[in-house]
């Protein structure tokens, strides 16, 4: 893996209790932050990425030197705007840029812990990176915000601490993962554990890497987040510099070659290890069934202020599982905002340079920032 020299990180001292019942203490977990907190410590926005994602949500990543996750939506001037929000990125336990996860090192051992690091679910991430809070000093953000599994990590947070932030958008999830996702994860996990180099995760320490397994997950992962539309018309049946058909197993077409890539620049900066903890994690998500099937329960607690975005195109978490959250939360009266954005760029549309999306998340964000600061003076 890279060098991870450049990265922020806090130790935390105080013992977590991890759903499958280990308990884990002074532990690192790496953080990122965009803008500057205002003397009223009131302006914090706690950003959560989704499965591959990590702290860099903007700018440019110092470990992969790769473009942030969300360059479109943070930054100076954009929909989280660090001219006026302090915003708050931190890598997922069970990550791999700097947070406690298989590639930590075991003090015991000295190694590597690869599947030696316990099993953990998405309520352990959040649990984890509430520590941001005590360090930062504090006492409620302004929002939580993330698409995907940093969707799921929003709900989980508001569920678990229901008056720690004034507003909370979820973007393109769901509230309990599904059987066709926990399928597609279980074919990325299984072309992983297939590659005789995983080694029974132990890769690292016989100096292996099971980069062709890993590859073939993010290949069909990739599939998952875009839209048959927008496939159609960016790859359609384009031959990949050819003019035939060679009759055989190379990349005839634009499409196979454009996920072979996908697949190959994957691998040089996740690890296969982290891909297999974190798909589980987002398998076992499931707040409706923690709360006895009435996700309205899980929010029941809190005032804080919602604002659910979806994609038309989103197959992988549909406008309808996120309507499912907006209905739980008009069960309770909750103060919800719902918007659909056509897009057919598909699950990735949250990522992408998509400008309804982009405008109405700012606006937003922006008004209600405004309109709760009017009401305190």
């Not at 698409?147 to 973007?171: H, R, W």
């Amino acid at each position: 893996m890279n060098d991870l020299g450049k990265v922020k990180k806090i130790i935390i001292k105080n013992p977590l209790k991890l759903d499958c019942g280990k308990e884990i203490s002074n532990f690192p977990l790496a953080y990122e932050t965009y803008g500057k907190l205002n003397e009223k410590k009131d302006n914090a926005i706690l950003v959560f990425h989704a499965l591959t994602g990590d702290q860099f949500a903007s700018g440019t990543n110092p470990v992969t030197n790769k473009e942030g996750w969300w360059s479109h939506a943070l930054g100076s001037g954009k929909a989280l705007d660090t001219e006026k929000f302090f915003v708050i990125c931190a890598n997922v336990i069970g990550g791999c840029l700097g947070s406690y996860g298989p590639n930590t090192i075991d003090t015991k051992t000295n190694k590597l812990l690869g599947t030696n690091f316990p099993i953990i679910t998405i309520n352990d991430m959040v649990n984890a990176q509430y520590n941001l809070l005590d360090f930062f000093k504090i006492e409620k953000l302004f929002a939580v915000a993330g698409g995907s599994m940093g969707g799921m990590q929003v709900l989980q947070f508001v569920s678990n601490f229901p008056n720690k932030a004034q507003v909370a958008v979820p973007i393109a999830c769901t509230a309990s993962h599904s059987a066709q996702n926990i399928a597609l994860n279980e074919l990325g996990r299984q072309a992983i554990m297939a590659d005789g180099n995983w080694q029974n995760g132990l890769y690292a320490e016989k100096e292996k890497n099971p980069d062709k397994g890993l590859a073939v997950a993010r290949m069909a992962a990739h599939i998952t987040y875009l839209s048959k539309k927008g496939l159609q018309e960016k790859f359609g049946r384009k031959l990949q510099e050819r003019d035939n058909i060679k009759f055989g197993f190379d990349a005839d077409f634009q499409i196979e070659s454009y996920l072979r890539y996908q697949g190959s620049v994957f691998v040089d900066r996740f690890d296969a290890n982290s891909y297999l903890y974190i798909t589980r994690a987002m398998d076992y998500f499931d707040l409706t069934k923690k709360f006895n099937g009435n996700l309205s329960k899980a929010f029941e607690k809190s005032k804080t202020k919602f604002f659910v975005i979806s994609f038309t195109s989103d197959w992988l978490y549909p406008t309808s599982e996120n309507r499912d959250i907006v209905i739980a939360l008009n069960a309770i009266g909750a103060d919800v905002g719902f918007v659909e954005i056509k897009s057919d760029k598909g699950h990735d549309s949250f990522l992408l340079n998509v400008p309804d999306f982009l405008n109405t998340l700012k606006n937003y964000l922006s008004s209600t920032y405004f309109n709760l600061n009017e009401k305190r003076i």
